[in-house]
């Protein structure tokens, strides 16, 4: 069983930036796609940020393009999100998933793609 633990969380000013972390127990992290979702109260999780396996194809959510930034380090068994320029739009309890993957390049959208999931840290964008 993998276990993510998300960490960063928390209070910021809208214009504020917050990094995200996951940290998994994966031995063989290279070898999952990651995800970072998030979910608002009364709505649906929707996807934020993907990344493949290799890091090196990314994807993001249009309305964060520009501000979000997702990266891994294999070594650290570990992803961000570093988002900046935060609006209040973008409050919401945000989670990590993961997935295995036999594509270096493969990126995964819907929630019902990954199978492992952290249990959330929450993002409040508040003056």
């Known amino acids: 069983q993998v276990q993510l633990v998300e960490s960063g969380g928390g209070l910021v000013q809208p214009g504020g930036s917050l990094r995200l972390s996951c940290t998994t127990s994966?031995?063989?992290?290279?070898?999952?796609?990651m995800g970072w979702f998030r979910q608002a109260p009364g709505k649906k999780r929707e996807f934020v940020a993907a990344?493949?396996?290799?890091?090196?194809?990314?994807d993001y959510l249009d309305s964060v393009k520009g501000r979000f930034t997702i990266s891994r380090d294999n070594a650290e068994n570990t992803v961000y999100l570093q988002m900046n320029n935060l609006k209040p739009e973008d409050a919401a309890v945000y989670y990590c998933?993961?997935?295995?993957?036999?594509?270096?390049?493969?990126?995964?959208?819907?929630?019902?793609?990954?199978?492992?999931w952290g249990q959330g840290t929450r993002v409040t964008v508040s003056s």
């Open positions: 998933s993961a997935r295995t993957t036999n594509f270096n390049g493969g990126l995964y959208y819907s929630s019902n793609e990954y199978v492992y």
């Open positions: 990344i493949s396996r290799s890091g090196v194809e990314i």
């Open positions: 994966a031995r063989t992290f290279s070898t999952y796609a």
